[in-house]
């Protein structure tokens, strides 16, 4: 009966799996429920406690059974709010996220950042919004790719190693 029915019951247990990022209920008298979910967007996969995990948009963990090429490997120990910053600066400057292989974070609270192709990217800890317009425009310019790391970690100094 749906009048008896407890809401925050069924919020729980929507709440209770990891790959939902958003739900909503609906009512419809005399005697259907309507649930619409959506998915979480896998975003990172990381290993803790010896345990793969994906990292959903949602911010949680998910179990993982095998490894997915097609989505960044974050190493070191960072919180979540790290990495979504890092993303939201990254959405923000419309870098390329697909392009990422992999993604380091260091106790000093700063990312590099390993692209598909190689390349690598240090990144300071401060200014990432800017400095990641500057790699944009830079690596516009390298038709060839023959660079194999950007150093952005110094203050108004940039350190470019070739292949």
């Known amino acids: 009966n749906l009048f008896f029915l407890d809401e925050r019951r069924i919020k729980e247990i929507l709440n209770s799996y990891n790959l939902v990022e958003n739900y909503s209920v609906f009512k419809k008298y005399p005697s ?24 959903g948009s949602n911010g949680k963990l998910i179990d993982s059974i095998n490894i997915q090429k097609d989505v960044p490997f974050i190493f070191g120990d960072f919180k979540n709010k790290n990495f979504f910053e890092l993303i939201n600066t990254i959405q923000e400057t419309n870098f390329d996220y697909s392009k990422i292989k992999n993604l380091y974070f260091f106790k000093s609270g700063r990312w590099d950042i ?36 950007i150093d952005l970690r110094q203050h108004n100094q940039v350190v470019v190693n070739g292949k």
């Open 114 to 149: 390993e692209l598909n192709d190689g390349l690598l990217i240090k990144l300071p800890k401060e200014n990432l919004k800017k400095n990641f317009e500057f790699l944009m425009s830079f690596l516009e310019k390298d038709h060839e790719n023959k660079i194999d790391k």
């Open 32 to 55: 259907t429920l309507n649930i619409k979910i959506d998915k979480t967007k896998l975003l990172a996969q990381v290993k803790r406690e010896n345990k793969f995990f994906f990292l």
